[in-house]
């Protein structure tokens, strides 16, 4: 469980969200991501030069418009790491007939950039943070990949 890669930080997010008393089920929207996902292997294997769908997906709204709720729920959904029967099984996406071959099948890196921490005196330090960091959840994740630290991230993913 990395920082960044496969993190158990939205997938406890979104569960303090779900069991809130004014939560409104939006998991029907993870079923129009199933396509673009890919195939939904539950495998290790390193995407690149696999065949696989290597598609990204950035979600975009006006400000105070869920951004966080949904980022925090797909990556709940997608993610590896974690069993997320807990969450995910009584919502609308449970319905889905392709549920449990996509339900934490993924790896998904999630990155907020909503609070700058208190140890980053500009975007800069902390986008070179982030680099770092998901650097090494991918060294961790794949140890076998020969990633060298001195490539760029950009150019391993």
Not at 91 to 115: C, D, M, Q, R, W
């Amino acid at each position: 469980m990395g920082l960044y890669l496969n993190s158990r930080k939205p997938q406890n997010n979104y569960r303090e969200i779900v069991r809130s008393d004014y939560f409104v089920d939006k998991t029907g929207l993870l079923g129009e991501l199933i396509p673009i996902v890919g195939p939904g292997e539950k495998t290790s294997a390193f995407c690149m030069g696999t065949g696989q769908s290597n598609k990204y997906i950035c979600i975009t709204r006006p400000r105070r418009f869920g951004k966080t709720i949904a980022a925090n729920m797909v990556a709940a959904y997608f993610g590896k790491g974690y069993n997320g029967h807990d969450i995910s099984d009584g919502l609308a996406i449970g319905a889905n007939p392709e549920y449990e071959k996509h339900l934490n099948g993924h790896n998904v890196i999630h990155i907020t950039f909503s609070e700058m921490p208190g140890d980053c005196c500009s975007y800069r330090q902390y986008i070179d943070r982030i680099q770092d960091r998901l650097l090494k959840d991918l060294i961790s994740e794949y140890p076998r990949a020969r990633i060298d630290e001195a490539d760029a991230l950009w150019d391993i993913l």
